[in-house]
């Protein structure tokens, strides 16, 4: 099993390897360290004039087969080391070259034994055996073996730097896959069928925060059937019933050039995917700064507007990709090549937030304790804005690429990463998991026998222990009052416990749909604004919805600026029976404060209004102080006296039934309405 084991959906050569790159540059690198050994050892006998082996036969073979090996001929080196060891059973190098060619083939199970025959013939002869042992060991499977021979190849003086700490990593790492092999976790993936995966090959998937819209890559012929070599576009598909509809090219971000690594908002109302330096610009295909970049792309109605480079500083001219966006509306996840301490390119997850006026702050580390000196990618931020998925070689796993898992904690660090277990995780690369908004499914790629054809699109049940917090949605649209005309227009949800905005975002601009993901068991305050509108504000609870089964729903109706036009302020709040403002209302009379700062000449009258509970001289009372507070708070910041008025109603004008609890709660309210307006 393994899931879709590439860095990135392109190749900067503009050739597309779509199984296990990241494999092949492990391949070349381990190929080029071994020969470079060997080239060492035999210079070394050379300028000696002498092997381990004094046997001319067994001498001239080897030097045949080293030659071979070096042409990359590895069957024919192989023959040769045979005749070299039926010569001399005793020729060390020829047993660690027969070691290294299984290495290359990965067949672990020859190269083991040919490592141990080298050793038991001269155990010093060449310590970094051991390390090779090891190495072959933890590919194998058998860690208890490959940790002893790690920790064997450590009490060796003048080692290696960067094989010494190397050990030490695997050590760490053979200890964990010992005991998560022994401990595995629940893992039953189900191929997602017909209607999403094809003889194509599908990967790196993406979901809207309702679960109604899946995005993901298909390698295939795209544009032009033909086309000699595959490329990469992307397909959507939407949940008809209870199961996904059949899976449309969404054809107005398609190239004749690659389109990968898709990452959609949690309204899908913006899609941000990586595009990387090809031939084909003459074609239609994206032009990048060099390498990989990152692009954007916003729905208008229901298609997506041309995609654009978000350039400097999400962009450098060095590798960006796989991108990741927060259900807060404003911070972007995404992996860069970066120049490690040691000077070596490693991968690195960032982090940039975007601010008011649509420019991004400057990349940061997204934490020390998730990114390493090795390579982190494939990030994804889960809808609830506190569980963080990646993978990494760098934390203690089960070799390779392993997916892990980090919680935000109170304090807005991100926790230590937690790996999410075998066989989730396998000894070979695992990445580009998709967590459902629900939490409780995953979806990833893997080739497998009962596939429809290479990586097929799978899900499964996540153990309970690696979800993320239960989310909830509000869905709805913005529309003007009177003519029902959609409008685009900015919102904000705020957490009422922590005054803290949870979600910044803005309408369709073509048919004023919003959608917007939350955690549940919390109160919230939803503000809406649009010039030339007066602002909205309403409060609701999402203390008992279970899941994203259990959504808000509501349609936001926005009055124009007229004289006589009036706006219930539903998050302001008084403690019972008092006219002091609680702290819960400072939102809201920031939203009022900012509404008059935009309209200076604008007079406003401040009402407040109670249920008909208790006599009319109290009632009428306590409306008038709560009334003259809001505008004491009004004046205290800034704004003109002689622009407010503040009345008291008492219960003379209810806006709901008295005899319910609920209607009560709706007459018991402030407001304000327009006086005049320049």
Same mark, same amino acid.
């Given at each position: 099993? &393994?899931?879709?084991?590439?860095?990135?959906?392109?190749s900067n050569?503009?050739?597309i390897f779509?199984? #296990?790159?990241?494999e092949? *540059?492990?391949?070349s $690198?381990?190929?080029?360290f071994?020969?470079f +050994?060997?080239?060492?050892?035999?210079a070394?006998?050379?300028a000696?004039?002498?092997?381990?082996?004094?046997?001319?036969k067994?001498?001239?073979?080897?030097?045949?087969?080293v030659r071979?090996?070096?042409?990359?001929?590895?069957?024919k080196a192989?023959? =040769?080391i045979?005749?070299?060891l039926?010569a001399?059973?005793?020729?060390?190098?020829a047993?660690?070259?027969?070691a290294n060619?299984?290495?290359?083939?990965?067949?672990?199970?020859?190269?083991?034994p040919a =490592?141990?025959?080298?050793?038991?013939?001269?155990?010093?002869?060449?310590?970094?055996?051991?390390?090779?042992?090891?190495?072959?060991q %933890?590919?194998?499977?058998?860690?208890?073996?490959?940790?002893?021979?790690?920790?064997?190849?450590l009490?060796y003086?003048?080692?290696?730097?960067?094989?010494?700490?190397?050990s030490?990593?695997?050590i760490?790492?053979?200890?964990f896959?010992?005991?998560?092999?022994n401990?595995?976790v629940?893992?039953s993936p189900?191929? *997602?069928?017909?209607s999403?995966?094809?003889?194509?090959e599908?990967?790196?998937?993406?979901i809207?925060?309702?679960?109604?819209?899946? +995005? %993901?890559?298909?390698?295939?012929?795209g544009?032009n059937?033909?086309?000699?070599?595959?490329q990469?576009?992307?397909y959507? @598909?939407?949940?008809?019933?209870?199961?996904?509809?059949?899976?449309?090219?969404?054809e107005?971000?398609?190239t004749?050039g690659?389109e990968?690594?898709p990452?959609l908002s949690?309204?899908?109302?913006?899609?941000?995917?990586?595009?990387?330096?090809?031939?084909?610009?003459?074609?239609?295909?994206r032009?990048?700064?060099?390498?990989?970049?990152i692009?954007?792309?916003k729905?208008?109605?229901?298609?997506f507007?041309t995609?654009?480079?978000?350039e400097?500083?999400?962009?450098?001219?060095?590798?960006e990709?796989?991108?990741? %966006? @927060?259900?807060d509306?404003? $911070?972007?996840y995404?992996?860069r090549a970066?120049?490690g301490?040691?000077?070596?390119?490693?991968?690195?997850?960032?982090?940039?937030?975007i601010?008011?006026? @649509?420019?991004w702050?400057?990349?940061?580390?997204?934490?020390?304790?998730?990114?390493?000196s090795?390579d982190?990618?494939?990030v994804?931020? #889960?809808p609830?804005?506190?569980?963080?998925y990646?993978s990494?070689?760098?934390?203690p796993?089960?070799?390779?690429?392993?997916?892990?898992?980090?919680?935000? *904690?109170p304090?807005?660090?991100?926790?230590?990463?937690?790996?999410?277990g075998?066989?989730?995780?396998?000894?070979?690369?695992?990445?580009s998991?998709?967590?459902?908004?629900?939490?409780d499914i995953?979806?990833?790629a893997?080739?497998?026998?009962?596939g429809?054809?290479?990586?097929?699109?799978?899900?499964? @049940?996540?153990?309970?222990? *690696?979800?993320?917090?239960?989310?909830s949605?509000?869905k709805?649209?913005?529309?003007?009052?009177?003519?029902?005309?959609?409008l685009?227009?900015? %919102?904000?949800l705020?957490?009422l416990?922590t005054n803290k905005?949870v979600?910044?975002?803005?309408?369709?601009?073509g048919?004023?749909?919003?959608?917007?993901?939350?955690?549940?068991?919390?109160? &919230?305050?939803?503000?809406v604004?649009?010039?030339?509108? +007066?602002?909205?504000?309403?409060?609701?609870e999402?203390?008992?919805a279970k899941?994203?089964?259990?959504?808000? +729903?509501?349609?936001?109706?926005m009055?124009?600026?007229k004289?006589?036009?009036s706006?219930?302020?539903n998050?302001?709040?008084?403690?019972?029976d008092?006219?002091?403002?609680?702290k819960?209302?400072?939102?809201?009379?920031?939203?009022?404060?900012?509404?008059?700062?935009?309209?200076?000449?604008?007079?406003?009258?401040i009402s407040? #209004? $109670?249920?008909?509970?208790?006599?009319?001289?109290?009632?009428?009372?306590?409306s008038?102080?709560?009334?003259?507070?809001?505008?004491? =708070?009004l004046?205290?910041?800034g704004v003109s006296?002689?622009?407010?008025?503040?009345?008291?109603f008492?219960?003379a004008?209810p806006?709901a039934?008295?005899?319910?609890?609920d209607?009560?709660?709706?007459?018991?309210?402030t407001?304000?309405s327009?006086?005049?307006?320049?």
């Amino acid at each position: 099993m &393994y899931f879709i084991t590439r860095s990135d959906p392109f190749s900067n050569d503009g050739l597309i390897f779509v199984i #296990h790159p990241i494999e092949t *540059m492990k391949f070349s $690198t381990i190929r080029i360290f071994l020969l470079f +050994l060997f080239l060492c050892i035999s210079a070394s006998a050379i300028a000696q004039k002498k092997y381990t082996s004094t046997v001319p036969k067994a001498v001239r073979s080897f030097d045949l087969a080293v030659r071979m090996y070096d042409e990359r001929l590895e069957d024919k080196a192989l023959e =040769y080391i045979e005749a070299s060891l039926e010569a001399d059973p005793k020729f060390i190098e020829a047993y660690m070259l027969r070691a290294n060619i299984y290495t290359d083939k990965k067949d672990y199970a020859k190269a083991i034994p040919a =490592y141990q025959e080298a050793i038991s013939i001269d155990p010093d002869f060449f310590p970094n055996n051991y390390y090779s042992l090891a190495t072959a060991q %933890f590919k194998s499977g058998d860690y208890a073996a490959s940790k002893k021979n790690y920790e064997k190849f450590l009490t060796y003086p003048k080692l290696n730097a960067g094989l010494a700490a190397n050990s030490k990593r695997m050590i760490q790492n053979a200890i964990f896959a010992e005991q998560a092999v022994n401990n595995p976790v629940p893992f039953s993936p189900v191929n *997602m069928g017909a209607s999403i995966n094809s003889s194509f090959e599908e990967y790196f998937p993406a979901i809207t925060a309702d679960g109604k819209t899946f +995005l %993901f890559t298909r390698r295939g012929k795209g544009l032009n059937p033909e086309r000699l070599n595959m490329q990469e576009d992307f397909y959507v @598909s939407t949940m008809a019933g209870k199961e996904w509809g059949a899976a449309q090219p969404l054809e107005e971000i398609n190239t004749n050039g690659n389109e990968g690594a898709p990452s959609l908002s949690a309204d899908g109302q913006y899609l941000f995917f990586t595009a990387c330096q090809e031939m084909l610009e003459s074609l239609g295909a994206r032009k990048t700064n060099g390498s990989c970049d990152i692009f954007l792309a916003k729905k208008i109605g229901n298609k997506f507007n041309t995609a654009r480079n978000l350039e400097i500083p999400i962009n450098t001219g060095v590798w960006e990709s796989q991108p990741s %966006f @927060s259900s807060d509306g404003r $911070t972007l996840y995404f992996v860069r090549a970066v120049k490690g301490p040691d000077g070596r390119t490693q991968r690195d997850i960032l982090i940039s937030s975007i601010g008011d006026r @649509s420019d991004w702050s400057e990349p940061v580390s997204v934490s020390s304790k998730i990114n390493t000196s090795s390579d982190e990618m494939s990030v994804f931020i #889960h809808p609830d804005d506190q569980t963080l998925y990646f993978s990494s070689d760098g934390h203690p796993g089960l070799g390779g690429l392993d997916i892990f898992m980090s919680k935000r *904690m109170p304090d807005g660090e991100w926790g230590d990463p937690v790996n999410l277990g075998y066989p989730i995780n396998t000894g070979g690369d695992e990445n580009s998991l998709l967590v459902s908004p629900s939490g409780d499914i995953a979806y990833f790629a893997s080739n497998r026998p009962e596939g429809f054809g290479g990586l097929d699109l799978y899900q499964f @049940s996540l153990p309970e222990a *690696m979800r993320p917090q239960p989310v909830s949605y509000m869905k709805g649209k913005v529309y003007d009052i009177e003519t029902k005309k959609p409008l685009s227009a900015s %919102f904000e949800l705020i957490d009422l416990e922590t005054n803290k905005t949870v979600v910044s975002s803005t309408s369709n601009v073509g048919n004023g749909e919003f959608l917007v993901c939350l955690p549940i068991g919390k109160s &919230y305050a939803l503000n809406v604004s649009k010039d030339a509108y +007066l602002f909205y504000s309403e409060n609701f609870e999402l203390k008992n919805a279970k899941s994203s089964k259990d959504p808000y +729903l509501k349609d936001v109706a926005m009055k124009p600026i007229k004289i006589g036009e009036s706006v219930v302020l539903n998050n302001i709040f008084f403690e019972f029976d008092k006219f002091d403002l609680k702290k819960e209302s400072r939102t809201e009379m920031g939203k009022l404060i900012s509404f008059l700062q935009k309209n200076p000449k604008m007079k406003i009258e401040i009402s407040g #209004h $109670t249920d008909n509970i208790g006599s009319k001289l109290y009632n009428q009372q306590l409306s008038e102080k709560r009334a003259n507070a809001v505008k004491e =708070y009004l004046v205290q910041n800034g704004v003109s006296s002689d622009r407010l008025q503040s009345k008291g109603f008492g219960d003379a004008k209810p806006i709901a039934d008295n005899s319910t609890e609920d209607g009560r709660t709706k007459n018991r309210r402030t407001e304000f309405s327009i006086v005049s307006v320049n």
